[in-house]
């Protein structure tokens, strides 16, 4: 593994690298302009095929920042996680100025097996705050390979919830879906 490191000489480069940065990323799509929305219906999102699962994610990981749920409530039944919980609206707030709750629910399917590495302060009997979601190291270290994958519920504090997913995850309608349950916001 090679890793390559540079590091500019002074504050005065690091303002012009950073313009001459931001010039050569402008023709790029910005996330926010599709994320942002002024709709306040219920979300009901859920995967797509392969090869728009990383993208996905992204979007999935930006629903569910900063939700938060109880995780004694977390259940795997039958190859289905369900993951209850109470996220904050982030894809309203430019169009609300405020920040809205709305009760929900996240559903995973094909799951093999989930596991807790939660911080010290918290119990099974306490309160998740989600930070992100991602592909874990299984999807990476076997990239394009045969095999069960992945996906991290990163939460504060360097808890996680780990679940593992068959093979054929994603492949049969995107694998998860996060639906709102209506008529249940909250201011924040």
């Known amino acids: 593994m090679i890793i390559f490191t540079a590091r500019l000489a002074s504050a005065e480069k690091e303002k012009k690298g950073g313009q001459f940065l931001k010039n050569r990323l402008k023709h790029l799509l910005n996330f926010r302009d599709y994320f942002q929305t002024d709709s ?5 999102f859920a995967g797509r095929y392969p090869p728009n699962l990383q993208h996905d994610l992204l979007y999935l990981s930006s629903y569910i ?3 938060t749920f109880p995780i004694n409530q977390v259940e795997l039944r039958e190859k289905r996680l369900s993951v209850p919980m109470e996220r904050s609206r982030w894809e309203l ?3 609300l100025g405020t920040l809205e709750t709305i009760r929900s ?3 995973i399917e094909h799951v093999e097996e989930m596991s807790w590495q939660l911080a010290e302060n918290l119990s099974a009997v306490g309160i998740f705050t989600v930070s992100t979601i991602f592909l874990g190291e299984m999807f990476w270290d076997n990239f394009g390979g045969e095999g069960n994958l992945e996906i991290i519920l990163a939460g504060i504090r360097g808890s996680k919830l780990r679940i593992q997913v068959g093979e054929n995850w994603g492949l049969e309608q995107g ?3 996060l639906i709102d ?3 249940d ?3 924040h």
Do not use: E, N, Q, T
Not at 40 to 44: L, M, T
């Open 40 to 44: 306040k219906d219920p979300v009901d």
């Open 65 to 67: 920042h900063d939700a």
């Open 93 to 95: 707030y430019d169009s």
């Open 105 to 107: 629910v996240l559903a």
């Open 175 to 177: 694998g998860f879906r």
């Open 181 to 183: 349950l209506a008529d």
């Open 185 to 187: 916001k909250r201011p």
